[in-house]
């Protein structure tokens, strides 16, 4: 009863033209849009049976499905809206991950340079040298260490530029679906408060666009579109943080050969210097040798000359006795102390000829071993020089201080492909 009534009092508000013959309100408009009106007025006359009645329960039905289609392409770009502004952040995080990583990188192309020169420094050194020598050991650790580095930073750049790229391209189709669901529902609104009497002359005459989907396939484009930008930031914010777990170890094993490699060459630096101390010392302790033989070897030779002038006078003064005549001729005591002093300057000087003989090969031994040790300075000096010189450059370029606190327990990625890769020495 009461279904009956409302229908007649929207029987009484509602006046509706026959739907079957009236075709004068088509008049003015083109001809492609008459056809579309006349093909509109018969499938509703058909579905109604000619019971107009009917219209406006069916007008009531279409507002309803207008409005709640309203709201459901409402919430769907509500939700394209929030996938878009988690899309922007997700790039914008990767943007500064790649500015960090490539900024790391660079600061490694140049350390890998440094490293070479150091290397190259160090290779100046004796065969025999290098052979000892743990410096050259943990400096070419540490230039391959480098180069592993860059090359995986080079590949997790390569990564991150595909993300970002991957990251805008599914923005830019949220943004045009975003914009198609805001085109449509401003028409759906204006289906919603379009007037109904309003006479067909003042509608706009836009253009039929027969090429429509189903709503199922809209209804599971949007779920797509929206799943693939949660699957690409989702990814996306995984590899991020594997990364920047990564770039951590990676900077934690490099300052650790860092050090490894300046603790060497320091311990190797203080043990040239003492080495080249001890040189000196010993040096000088030759030379001051070298001084006193050349003093012994000179007083020897001056007692020797002394020897043999007391000996000459003594033969001489031996001589001119042995020149008196006939009973004269005796060996009384002038004789015979001459003959004592000549025996003894003579026993004297055979005494002081082989102590000579020692000093003087004592003297050439010290000179030797002289000329041996001021070699072994030398080439200790050239040693040092260059680990100090090593030292120095390797010094010229300290890293940067890094706050970043990372839990050891953070899942690592897997490196690129290849036979040797920097996280072996992360372990």
Same mark, same amino acid.
């Given at each position: 009863m009461w279904r009956h009534s409302a229908l007649k009092e929207d029987q009484q508000r509602l006046t509706l033209p026959a739907l079957t013959s009236n075709k004068s309100l088509l008049s003015n408009r083109p001809q492609l849009q008459r056809n579309n009106v006349l093909r509109l007025d018969e499938e509703i006359a058909c579905t109604l049976g000619g019971d107009v009645s009917q219209v406006p329960s069916a007008i009531r039905s279409t507002m309803r499905h207008l409005r709640s289609r309203h709201t459901e392409v409402s919430q769907w770009q509500a939700q394209i809206a929030e996938s878009i502004g988690r899309v922007g952040r997700e790039i914008t995080a990767v943007e500064m991950v790649k500015d960090t990583a490539e900024c790391y990188l660079q600061d490694r192309r140049l350390y890998s340079q440094l490293m070479t020169d150091c290397v190259a420094i160090?290779?100046? +050194? =004796?065969?025999?040298?290098? *052979?000892?020598?743990?410096?050259?050991?943990?400096? /070419?650790?540490e230039e391959q260490l480098t180069t592993e580095i860059t090359e995986l930073l080079q590949k997790q750049i390569c990564i991150l530029l595909k993300n970002l790229s991957s990251l805008k391209e599914i923005r830019t189709q949220l943004l045009a679906d975003f914009q198609d669901k805001d085109e449509a529902i401003k028409l759906t609104t204006k289906c919603i408060t379009h007037e109904v009497?309003?006479?067909?002359?003042?509608?706009?005459?836009s253009q039929y666009k027969p090429n429509?989907?189903?709503?199922?396939?809209?209804?599971?484009?949007?779920?797509?579109?929206?799943?693939?930008?949660?699957?690409?930031?989702?990814?996306?914010?995984?590899?991020?943080?594997?990364?920047?777990?990564?770039l951590a170890n990676l900077k934690n094993a490099q300052e650790r050969q860092r050090r490894s490699t300046d603790d060497s060459l320091?311990?190797?630096?203080?043990? +040239? =210097?003492?080495?080249?101390? *001890?040189?000196?010392?010993?040096?000088?302790?030759? /030379?001051?040798?070298?001084?006193?033989?050349?003093?012994?070897?000179?007083?020897?030779?001056g007692q020797i000359r002394n020897c043999d002038s007391k000996l000459h006078q003594a033969t001489h003064r031996l001589d001119i006795l042995n020149q008196r005549p006939r009973r004269e001729l005796c060996m009384d005591q002038p004789h015979?102390?001459?003959?004592?002093?000549?025996?003894?300057?003579?026993?004297?000087?055979?005494?002081?000829?082989?102590?000579?003989?020692?000093?003087?090969?004592?003297?050439?031994?010290?000179?030797?071993?002289l000329m041996i040790l001021e070699d072994k300075l030398a080439k200790n000096a050239h040693t040092l020089e260059v680990e100090q010189k090593c030292q120095n450059l390797h010094q010229s370029f300290l890293p940067a201080l890094d706050?970043?606190?990372?839990?050891?327990?953070?899942p690592r990625i897997r490196p690129a492909v290849g036979r040797s890769s920097p996280h072996t020495y992360l372990q």
């Amino acid at each position: 009863m009461w279904r009956h009534s409302a229908l007649k009092e929207d029987q009484q508000r509602l006046t509706l033209p026959a739907l079957t013959s009236n075709k004068s309100l088509l008049s003015n408009r083109p001809q492609l849009q008459r056809n579309n009106v006349l093909r509109l007025d018969e499938e509703i006359a058909c579905t109604l049976g000619g019971d107009v009645s009917q219209v406006p329960s069916a007008i009531r039905s279409t507002m309803r499905h207008l409005r709640s289609r309203h709201t459901e392409v409402s919430q769907w770009q509500a939700q394209i809206a929030e996938s878009i502004g988690r899309v922007g952040r997700e790039i914008t995080a990767v943007e500064m991950v790649k500015d960090t990583a490539e900024c790391y990188l660079q600061d490694r192309r140049l350390y890998s340079q440094l490293m070479t020169d150091c290397v190259a420094i160090n290779k100046s +050194l =004796s065969t025999t040298v290098l *052979m000892q020598d743990n410096v050259s050991t943990q400096l /070419k650790k540490e230039e391959q260490l480098t180069t592993e580095i860059t090359e995986l930073l080079q590949k997790q750049i390569c990564i991150l530029l595909k993300n970002l790229s991957s990251l805008k391209e599914i923005r830019t189709q949220l943004l045009a679906d975003f914009q198609d669901k805001d085109e449509a529902i401003k028409l759906t609104t204006k289906c919603i408060t379009h007037e109904v009497n309003t006479p067909s002359s003042c509608l706009p005459a836009s253009q039929y666009k027969p090429n429509h989907v189903s709503y199922d396939k809209w209804l599971s484009n949007c779920r797509d579109l929206r799943v693939m930008a949660d699957n690409l930031i989702k990814e996306s914010s995984t590899f991020r943080g594997n990364l920047r777990f990564t770039l951590a170890n990676l900077k934690n094993a490099q300052e650790r050969q860092r050090r490894s490699t300046d603790d060497s060459l320091r311990r190797k630096i203080n043990e +040239l =210097s003492k080495i080249q101390n *001890m040189m000196i010392w010993e040096r000088q302790r030759i /030379k001051d040798e070298i001084s006193d033989l050349t003093k012994d070897i000179q007083r020897v030779t001056g007692q020797i000359r002394n020897c043999d002038s007391k000996l000459h006078q003594a033969t001489h003064r031996l001589d001119i006795l042995n020149q008196r005549p006939r009973r004269e001729l005796c060996m009384d005591q002038p004789h015979i102390s001459l003959t004592l002093e000549k025996y003894d300057l003579t026993k004297m000087a055979a005494g002081l000829h082989p102590v000579l003989k020692r000093s003087q090969q004592d003297l050439e031994l010290s000179r030797r071993r002289l000329m041996i040790l001021e070699d072994k300075l030398a080439k200790n000096a050239h040693t040092l020089e260059v680990e100090q010189k090593c030292q120095n450059l390797h010094q010229s370029f300290l890293p940067a201080l890094d706050t970043t606190v990372i839990l050891a327990n953070k899942p690592r990625i897997r490196p690129a492909v290849g036979r040797s890769s920097p996280h072996t020495y992360l372990q």
